[in-house]
Every structure is written in structure tokens, then in C-alpha cells.
């Protein structure tokens, strides 16, 4: 039989069972290590999977995911439940991802006069004969900013107006970064390809 725990009345089995939501999130408000280790286990992989997108290496990713859960432990008591607990946090992820940006990237104010070749779109044909962690590693090989830019943007679905915000750039910038990232991308699966 699996092992149980009891913890202010409520049971955790180490199946991988989890109380229901209320509960887990009252009993981590309360600082309850083994609810925290819980909540923790059943939304990480979650939160690694978006981190990874922006940062390949692993000791920073995981320096990121415990920023994220240090973040979402201090604020839980400000979750509503109003909505999915996935969907709070990942926007907590993201910020904290974009502050790591912010503070690793020098080079990021940069004005650009000219958008040209903003319609340099990936041949989908091309991306799709590509293994999932080879398309990975190419945007993982982008410039710090164009990488954000294009996750913000591809994966997040963000207008570039928000992107902006998060990564204190102009709206201009985040447009011309994406496109620097698309022609980059392109030029790489290209090569691949031949």
C-alpha cells in the first residue's frame, strides 16, 4: 500500500494522488512542507516545459524554476480561483523569465529604422519534416532578445505591445527582433534541408 500522510486532516498519498486544489493551496498558504513538495511536483513540469523554451541551459532553467515557485509560494494567498491555477502561474513564469532577460541582456535598446523583409516566414513544409528538440535547438540558438521576442510572440501568442512592456523595448524593436529571428530561422532550417 502506498504511503499516506495527514497533514492538517487532509491525506497525501505518495501515488501521486493530490488532494483537491482548495485544499492543497490553503495547506501550502499555511507553509505545509509536504503540501508545498505536492504542488510543487504536480506543476513543475509545466513550468519547465515554458522555461526551456527561453532558456536552453539547464542550471539557469532550474535557477528560473525556483525564482518562478519562490514567486508563486509568496503570492499564493492572491490567487482567486477564479480561472486555472496553470494559467496564473504560467503568467508569473513569464514574467519572472522576462525579468531574467532583462537583467542578462545588455544589448537590448537598440532602434532599427528599417522593418524590411518583415514577411520572412519559416516554410512550414520544411519545419515539419523536424524533430520537435531539433526546431527546439535552433531557437534556443538565437540571440537572447530574438529568442524571447519569437517565444513572446509564437508560443505566448503576445502583440508586440506587451512584449515591449515585458521587456522594456518599443513596440518597433519587438517587431523588428521577431523578424531578425524568423529570417534567422529560416536561413538555419534552409541549410538543414539541402
Known sequence: MAEQYNISGNTYRETGEVADLTTLVRD???QNRLAQRRFYDRYSPLIYTIIKRYEYN???AGEILNDVFL???TKL???SFEGAIEGWMRRIAINTITDHIRKYVKDKQVVHNELQDYNAYIDSSAVQGMAYKELLDLIHG???MQKAVFNLHVFESLPHKD???LLNITENNSRWYLNMARKSLKEKINSLMK
Do not use: D, M, S
Open 58 to 60: 539547464e542550471q539557469a
Open 77 to 79: 494567498e492572491q490567487y
Open 163 to 165: 512584449i515591449g512592456t
Open 28 to 30: 501550502c498558504i499555511a
Open 142 to 144: 538565437l540571440p537572447e
Open 71 to 73: 514567486k508563486v509560494f
